[in-house]
């Protein structure tokens, strides 16, 4: 999986370095780290898992576009840095982002916004995009900033962007993974492989859907496409 698979890797090896020799000679914390080693562990592996995905599902929409791969690369570039973000924080005993709902946006954050979509309405893409971007980027921007995040797929999307679009939406499954936004970005997300031609990762996809949310009106929409399964 390359370097992706490298940085999932990284931070459990470091901290069960840490956590050998530190404590030997504490038998009721060591058992207590251990189970706390044992939950992170299954939480890296995980989120290996996702990662190893969306790189496949990358890499199958480059084959169907011809791009080159160095194109690939490049665009993967901002995938991987959210993903090494949220190993840090797993390796540092933090929880993934929390749901954006749960936090306050700023005024100026609000006003980006609102000034964003509007554009995004006069089909503006290219602006709307920017805009959308710097709210996602700011970090006041709270509980705006899924969705910023996903106006911003969808205007990449609209500019003929796919892979752009295809990596800010698995970025927003991974993120904020109890955001209401989380469905719709995975079946935009299968949408635009099906467009493409990708059937068989859009069948992935929407499979992962109805597994993941399956009491989401996109997974009953899912269940449909797949003719019922």
Known sequence: MGRVGLLASL???????????????????????????????????????KAATAETLLRNLQAQSGSRTVE???RLSALTDEMESLLR?????????????????SAGARVIFD????????RDFETACMGF????????????ADDALYFAALCHEA???AHKAIEE??????????????????????????????????????QELIEEYPDSEEAGLARVSLGGR
């Open 11 to 49: 931070p459990l090896a470091l901290l069960c370095a840490c956590w050998g020799g530190k404590f030997v000679d504490m038998p009721g914390r060591v058992e207590r780290m251990e189970a706390g080693q044992e939950d992170l562990q299954a939480g890296v592996d995980s989120l290996r898992a």
């Open 72 to 74: 690939l690369v490049d």
């Open 89 to 105: 924080r797993m390796g540092g005993g933090a929880q993934v982002r929390p749901p954006a709902s749960d936090t306050a946006s």
């Open 115 to 122: 000034e964003a979509y509007q554009q995004y309405q006069q």
């Open 133 to 144: 971007l710097e709210v996602f980027e700011d970090p006041g921007s709270g509980s705006l």
């Open 159 to 161: 500019l003929g962007q």
């Open 169 to 206: 939406l698995v970025a927003l499954r991974l993120m904020f993974p109890d955001s209401e936004r989380a469905p719709a970005a995975m079946s935009r997300a299968a949408a635009i492989y099906g467009a493409h031609g990708a059937g068989a990762d859009r069948d992935r996809i929407l």
